[in-house]
């Protein structure tokens, strides 16, 4: 059944009321369920909690977790739509200054929805609002289990034989 | 001549003068230079950028490094004191979120000053302020020239196999 321009627009302020006006649709051929980034919709610590569970890294106190996205330059939520409760399926933030560096962290796609080309359109969001601020360079640390893939969207590997450092506090 | 109590507590009002009372003196074995590491004491972009030219960076706009220091989590000056007109001699900064995250960016010391250890004080200080701040960890990108340098104190080296990769705004 072809939906009437009258519920399109209905979809469309649902969906800005959920997501916020800045939102995006993924592309998920032959799928039934819904899945939008959102820059604005609030992320619920607990959830959040359970997708770093989900894809197997430690856990933090959340008191630390809400003041380190309080302090992010972005972040973003990919969700499950459902008009009732969304779900949160995937993640991604970024610290910076906002004008010439700019670093990706905490990338997560939830298990059961990996495959499917998810990651590599949260990360084109991420880089669409970095270019939005006229960010100059986006950085990142990639596991070896992720080099290819950021490799394959044009991420330049230790450029100039760079090398990356860490330093853990005590 | 030994100094009188109160000459050196005159020395120390005028010290936390220029460069705030976190202020912190580096050690110049043999040198009559006072230099002084400093996180309040404001910097001339003009100045940064004669430091910026002397160590070979090319050069921003100045109102883009005015945006990206004023949203740094932290900026260091390292200062030849001089009661008048204290030269910057050393610059580095931060990004990060305060709590998980920060990132070194933009380490420099004046040629004419290298090679005397203010490299290393430098990064001391900037690690003992995000200590004090409870920062988990603390990254950087180091060009090969330098890997050393930071591998010798007691930097992680791509711990866990991490790569770095860049993304440049076109």
């Given at each position: 059944m072809l939906s009437s321009p009258a519920t399109d627009l209905d979809q469309v302020d649902q969906l800005n009321g959920l997501y916020g006006t800045a939102h995006r649709l993924c592309s998920t051929p032959g799928s039934q369920v819904c899945l939008v980034l959102s820059?604005?919709?609030?992320?619920?610590l607990f959830e959040l909690e359970q997708l770093c569970d989900a894809v197997g890294w430690s856990r933090r106190p959340l008191r630390r977790v809400r003041k380190a996205l309080q302090h992010s330059l972005l972040v973003v939520g990919l969700w499950r739509h459902d008009p009732r409760l969304p779900r949160l399926v995937g993640f991604a933030r970024c610290t910076g200054d906002g004008v010439i560096e700019a670093t990706v962290w905490d990338v997560a796609v939830h298990p059961l929805y990996q495959g499917a080309g998810l990651g590599k359109q949260l990360m084109v969001f991420v880089l669409d609002q970095l270019r939005a601020m006229q960010v100059e360079r986006v950085s990142l640390f990639a596991d070896p289990g992720v080099v290819s893939f950021y490799g394959n969207q044009g991420w330049e590997l230790e450029p100039q034989n760079r090398r990356c450092a860490f330093w853990y506090s005590p």
């Open positions: 820059l604005e919709r609030e992320i619920d």
